[in-house]
């Protein structure tokens, strides 16, 4: 077996946030959100696509933040995201 790429990541985030996910990875990253398989969908959390950055995010009762492991994401003009950040 050669693994030649990752598919996707799958994060935790806590129940009801939904509308936090949206606003980091859509509006601030422009990762558009693409609609969960209608058998997963009842779980909550969202998936977001573009190309080959796939990250989905799925709810996890009992959530707490990871301590150390994180998603790296690269991006073409940091210093424009950071003022878009800002403002």
Same mark, same amino acid.
């Given at each position: 077996m050669?693994?030649?790429g *990752?598919e996707? @990541?799958?994060?935790a985030?806590p129940?009801g946030? &939904?509308a936090?996910?949206? &606003?980091?990875?859509?509006?601030?990253?422009?990762?558009?959100e *693409?609609?969960?398989? +209608?058998?997963?969908a009842?779980?909550?959390?969202a998936?977001?696509e573009?190309? +080959?950055v796939? *990250?989905h995010?799925?709810? &996890?009762t009992?959530?707490r +933040?990871a301590?150390k492991?994180h998603?790296a994401?690269? @991006?073409r003009?940091?210093?424009a995201l950071s003022?878009?950040?800002?403002?």
């Open positions: 050669a693994i030649v *990752i996707h @990541v799958q994060l985030m129940a946030r &939904e936090d996910a949206r &606003e980091f990875y859509s509006l601030l990253h422009g990762i558009p *693409i609609p969960k398989p +209608p058998r997963l009842h779980r909550g959390g998936w977001f573009s190309g +080959p796939k *990250i995010l799925g709810v &996890e009992d959530f +933040p301590r492991a998603p994401l690269l @991006v003009d940091l210093a003022v878009q950040k800002a403002r």
